[in-house]
């Protein structure tokens, strides 16, 4: 898997720990939450759009994960939200997409698991929707996800077979992919 970057999430008390970012539960956090604070989203928003968010745009379809790869920018950041006193938390994001690519410094970190989600910013994850709900045979670890890539490859499959049976649009479509994540924690 390819290290793609850092993910900033404001941080939710909740055993769902995956990249789900859309804050539309309230188990959920929002991923980059500055960008949608009138008080301080223009330091923020027009670099997400140019580097990070650019999966929203005409790209082709899993070559680009909303991550960042900048540290400068990742440490900016985490200040900013200190300062508001928000919690936040770090999500290492890997995948077998290619870009971005990141030199992830030597960071104290924590496994938490493999995710299927979107490629863009909310990062929508199918584990945290679905798995409860229609994929209940399937175990997750503590944080709410899978513990290893070979459980979300057999959940996939599960989950191919399922379209195949079911009216279209049971389930969410998108760009979804396997991400492998850690929490980490700067020095």
């Not at 956090?29 to 960008?35: E, G, K, R």
Request: charged share 30%; hydrophobic share 35%; glycine share 4%.
């Amino acid at each position: 898997m390819i290290t793609n970057g850092i993910i900033v999430q404001e941080y939710k008390d909740s055993p769902y720990r995956g990249i789900d970012g859309s804050g539309a539960s309230d188990k959920t956090a929002q991923n980059w939450f500055l960008n949608f604070r009138e008080d301080v989203s223009d330091s923020f928003e027009a670099y997400y759009d140019e580097n990070i968010g650019k999966t929203y745009w005409n790209i082709q379809k899993h070559s680009r994960i909303a991550a960042c790869n900048d540290m400068d920018y990742i440490y900016q950041y985490v200040r900013e939200a200190e300062k508001l006193k928000i919690k936040y938390r770090l999500l290492l994001c890997e995948t077998d997409v290619p870009d971005p690519k990141f030199e992830c410094p030597d960071l104290e970190k924590i496994f938490l698991g493999y995710d299927y989600a979107y490629t863009s910013g909310d990062n929508y994850s199918a584990v945290y929707n679905e798995i409860p709900f229609v994929f209940t045979q399937f175990k997750l670890n503590k944080y709410g996800l899978f513990q290893t890539r070979e459980e979300i490859e057999e959940y996939i499959a599960a989950r191919e077979q399922f379209k195949l049976t079911h009216p279209p649009l049971t389930l969410e479509e998108g760009d979804f992919v396997i991400y492998r994540l850690h929490e980490v924690f700067l020095k």
